[in-house]
């Protein structure tokens, strides 16, 4: 539970976020993103751990911003090691009394504000943190480029986009899988 209240504070506190306007020229995007999606972390294969990760994403339209969003982006924790606390607590409900529900469900949580990038159906995913009383983005250093797919017939917005790494710990890509995928 105390993970759904993080959660909850994260995106509440992204909502209220404030920004600096850049002067330089910004690109567009011919769609809107508000929503969430599910993608999968792809780690390289020299990660320690899996390769491979399901990821959410939550894009909330901030507001008197056109084409700006704040992006709550969620890992989650492995399949395998959830299941076994997933099962005991529905089948077993003191079992959930003990040992919780479904408390360690992500592994990672990252807030963002997104803003359109340079290129055409661009964004750029700026790491949010807080300054005094405020959340600001945090612009030195290079963003994390979320590249949205041209492809005609797209299911969701995000279908077919990567979102590259701004830094080497992080996945070395995370995709939007198509329906082809």
Known sequence: MSYLGLLASALFLISCSSTN????KLASIDRDLTGTYLGVAD???HH???NKKAMRIYFHPIPNEPGKYDVVLLEYVDLLKMAPSYIASNKLPFVAKTFGFLKNITSTIAAYEASPGEKENTLEL??????GNQIVPKKDGKPRILSLSTAE?????????????SNSSEPKEIFFPSKDD
């Open 48 to 50: 320690k751990g899996y």
């Open 126 to 131: 700026w790491p949010l943190v807080v300054q």
């Open 153 to 165: 017939g797209l299911t969701n917005a995000l279908e077919g986009a990567l979102i590259s790494p």
């Open 21 to 24: 306007n850049n002067s330089r």
């Open 43 to 45: 780690y390289g294969p």
